[in-house]
């Protein structure tokens, strides 16, 4: 498996924004996809944001689209989920995970396809005034 540590979450304002993080271990980063999820208490984990291979093709929950951006940097073995205009509902544990069969994102009509199988401890964002 590969190794994923997230990092940049915090307590912040509706309005505000956030870039988390997620790095990576191993030589084969750029091989693979990559995807931000987030778990509310009481919710079930949802998909947030995907992204290919080589950072060409991003895909964006519903929930979130034009205000979060996902972003891969595979020289630095980085993945990043820039979070802008946050609200209070966006408060939840973000996990990035990685999906090693694939190059790609299958994402249709609001469901992701991909098999991750290989996940991060999570990083807490809280949106509250």
């Known amino acids: 498996q590969v190794q994923l540590v997230e990092s940049g979450g915090g307590l912040v304002q509706p309005g505000d924004s956030l870039r988390l993080s997620c790095a990576a271990s191993g030589r084969t980063f750029s091989t693979y996809a990559m995807g931000w999820f987030r778990q509310a208490p009481g919710n079930e984990r949802e998909f947030v944001a995907g992204?290919?291979?080589?950072?060409?093709?991003?895909y964006c929950a519903d929930s979130v689209k034009g205000r979060f951006t996902i972003s891969r940097d595979n020289a630095k073995n980085t993945v990043y989920l820039q979070m802008n205009s946050l609200k209070p509902e966006d408060t939840a544990v973000y996990y990035c995970a990685a999906d090693r069969s694939t190059r790609y994102i299958y994402y249709s009509r609001g469901q992701i396809g991909n098999h991750f199988d290989s996940w991060g401890q999570g990083t807490q964002v809280t949106v509250s005034s």
């Open positions: 992204v290919d291979w080589i950072g060409s093709n991003t």
